[in-house]
């Protein structure tokens, strides 16, 4: 972390002052770069999701005595191309994005005319139904990802802070 001196203690109050107008651009901006090397690794691991494919390229039908254990190359497509990160925003004391997936997939189906939600898809990989196995892409990138993005995220704050009182 870095060390700041101030001269007096108005020239304190003045920068402390400064630093409260300035507090949630610089958590933003922080944040951006933390989810930005989640987001990376979340989609890392969606590209090395496993194909497994039916007829004509459809996702094969899972039961729960052969379970499913990937996806076609159509819906790896669709959540590849449906990921992102929820605007940046403040809810309260916190501020914030969450990864996701939205929209609907290309593969339609008699229950889902529009597509299969990504959304629905994306849960259904995660955290495994009766008919798949689970593949807990968000979870574990997350994980494999906290301690690069809390540090880029004190660095951010670091260098931010130490631009601000130069």
């Known amino acids: 972390m870095a060390t700041i001196e101030f001269g007096d203690f ?40 496993p194909i497994q494919e039916g007829k004509n390229g459809l996702p094969p039908i899972g039961t729960p005595e052969k379970p499913l254990t990937g996806v076609s190359r159509r819906q790896k497509g669709d959540l ?19 990864p996701g997936v939205d929209g609907y997939g290309s593969v339609k189906t008699k229950k889902y005319p529009n597509g299969v939600p990504n959304a629905m898809l994306m849960r259904s990989i995660e955290s495994g139904t009766s008919f798949r196995k689970k593949h807990p892409v968000f979870r574990s990138a997350v994980t494999k990802a906290r301690k690069r993005a809390e540090s880029a995220m004190q660095k951010e704050i670091d260098d931010s802070l130490q631009r601000k009182f130069e």
Do not use: C, H, R
């Open 80 to 98: 590849i191309n449906a990921f992102g990160l929820a605007p940046i925003e403040k809810d309260g004391d916190y501020i914030q994005t969450k």
């Open 10 to 49: 108005d020239a304190y109050q003045k920068a402390l002052e400064s630093l409260y107008k300035d507090t949630e651009g610089i958590v933003k901006q922080a944040i951006y770069k933390g989810a930005g090397i989640v987001a990376d690794e979340i989609k890392n691991n969606l590209e090395a999701l």
